[in-house]
């Protein structure tokens, strides 16, 4: 079944602003984890947007999203957010969501693709 479940894409006008929601479904109680943000745009690689220490305390952003993105965890939903603002059409992707469970290794390399064993199916984020 699927395990991270994102939500809230969809289409915006460029300068608007736009929420992302990630629920995860497992049973993670016993230990932290780091979820995170990934995007891909058309023709591009897949890129870490944010990352957050579930249960912690640490973000971490991508340049390019610095100042107009912010990630956020409600504790009692099991649920991730990104809350998007001045958006632009560089920021049109699909919008991943995915966990592993956290270490410092893990989180030194929160931007890799590769630190992930569980991911969402993407939702989709057009900015016109």
């Known amino acids: 079944h699927v395990q991270l479940v994102e939500s809230g894409g969809g289409s915006v006008q460029a300068g608007g602003s736009l929420r992302l929601s990630c629920e995860d479904t497992?049973?993670?109680?016993?230990?932290?984890?780091?979820m995170a943000w990934f995007r891909q745009g058309p023709g591009e690689e897949r890129e870490g947007v944010a990352a957050?220490?579930?249960?912690?305390?640490?973000?971490e952003y991508a340049d390019s999203v610095k100042g107009r993105f912010t990630i956020s965890q409600d504790k009692g939903r099991k649920a991730i957010y990104l809350h998007m603002e001045h958006l632009n059409h560089e920021d049109t992707a699909m919008y991943y969501c995915?966990?592993?469970?956290?270490?410092?290794?893990?989180?030194?390399?929160?931007?890799?693709?590769?630190?992930?064993?569980?991911w969402g199916q993407g939702t989709q984020v057009t900015v016109s």
């Open positions: 497992r049973d993670t109680r016993g230990y932290q984890h780091i």
């Open positions: 995915a966990a592993t469970r956290a270490s410092p290794f893990a989180w030194s390399q929160w931007r890799s693709v590769r630190t992930y064993d569980v």
């Open positions: 957050i220490i579930f249960d912690g305390d640490s973000t």
